[in-house]
């Protein structure tokens, strides 16, 4: 069930990325993040059926539409959602399929995606709603379906970000390493997880790939 908490995060959230949206939209991506990208898709490759398809991915927290479109060119069937109404515009406006939604209510079909994609959005959910939005993530993948997820992080900390040029300014929730990897194993198994240093940034890069857990025969 949705707090008060979470409720008041989403509408500030909501509103500093509507105002932000077309200035994101200009913006593009660093080396870094198509070499996360790269390595999902192949992954992804792997994994599809010898008659092809198994590439329905669901973009979580998609932005403007950046990585979705990179996954579109690379031959993924990908849905967007976000919580800002401007995001999901420009991504419309891109021919991306996309929907205004939050992670605490997906209203999507249960096992429907062959993957989920995350990278930079769960750190938006307040720590003790996490495990709520994993699980409802985990609904949407396909028995075989992996998630993606990617996180600022390496050190604790929650809360409003003070330094945070946005108005109004969004709250995050870090994760020390270990801590994070605890969390996500309550609903998920971990099949890698990889630190990616960031030199221009205090906190670095969680890159975590995780699978649907195994029921023990």
Known sequence: MESRNDSEV??????????????????????????ELDRFIAKLNRQAPAGGGGKRVLDLGSGPGHQADYLREHGCDVVCIDLSDEMVAICREKG??????????????????????????????????????????????????????????????????????????????????????????????????????LADMQPHYQSIIASRKQLNP
């Open 10 to 35: 989403k509408q500030v959230l909501k509103t500093s990325y509507d105002q932000q949206a077309r200035l994101r939209n200009g913006e593009t991506m660093q080396s870094w993040k198509i070499d």
């Open 96 to 197: 991306l399929e996309a929907f205004a939604m939050d992670f605490f209510a997906l209203d999507l079909p249960p096992a429907s995606f062959d993957a989920v994609w995350s990278m930079n959005t769960l750190l938006h959910v307040p720590k003790c709603s996490l495990k709520q939005v994993l699980e409802n993530i985990e609904r949407v993948l396909k028995p075989e379906g992996f998630f993606y997820l990617g996180l600022y992080g390496g050190y604790e900390s929650e809360g409003i970000w003070e330094n945070d040029s946005y108005r109004p300014q969004r709250f995050f929730a870090f994760y020390e390493d270990a801590q994070i990897q605890e969390r996500v194993g309550e609903v998920f198994d971990i099949e890698h997880f990889n630190v990616l240093p």
